[in-house]
């Protein structure tokens, strides 16, 4: 009924949900793809599912690349998102791994302010402060932590 390699100016149909169970998979999948836009916090899970595969990898060059999806994840995700917790917590993580441990601070200090409670971002500090020779700081946190927990 409708190819999907159609020629040029062929038109896709916006199709409803009924309208689309009533089509072939391949075309309500087409009309899907074409005119259904996802939410920003939609967008911003998408980038960081995305962000969270390239950085299980474990490759430098993929982390560096999850980063960027990390920061766009968060650039789009609305500011009340429960998405920007976990963005950061795991965007610092990305730059503990890489070394850049002012960064992996920054992010985790971040990801606090929408979620408290997040044992992995107050972990990921004190494993940077113990980075920078600062075990103070990193003992703090580590207290912080186990508060948490127990």
């Not at 309500?28 to 299980?56: G, T």
């Not at 474990?58 to 976990?86: H, M």
């Amino acid at each position: 009924e409708f190819p999907l390699f159609a020629p040029a100016g062929t038109q896709v149909p916006q199709l409803s949900s009924n309208e689309a169970r009533e089509k072939p998979p391949a075309i309500a999948a087409l009309s899907h793809l074409m005119h259904d836009e996802e939410s920003p916090e939609e967008r911003s899970e998408l980038l960081r599912d995305q962000a969270n595969r390239l950085f299980k990898t474990g490759e430098r060059r993929n982390i560096l690349k999850a980063v960027q999806l990390y920061s766009d994840a968060i650039a789009c995700a609305p500011q009340s998102s429960t998405i920007l917790a976990p963005a950061y917590s795991n965007r610092a993580a990305a730059h503990l791994k890489l070394e850049n441990y002012a960064s992996s601070i920054a992010d985790s200090e971040k990801s606090l302010e929408f979620d408290r409670d997040n044992v992995k971002a107050l972990y990921r500090i004190a494993t940077a402060e113990l980075a920078l020779e600062r075990p103070a700081k990193a003992l703090a946190r580590i207290a912080e932590a186990r508060s948490l927990i127990v």
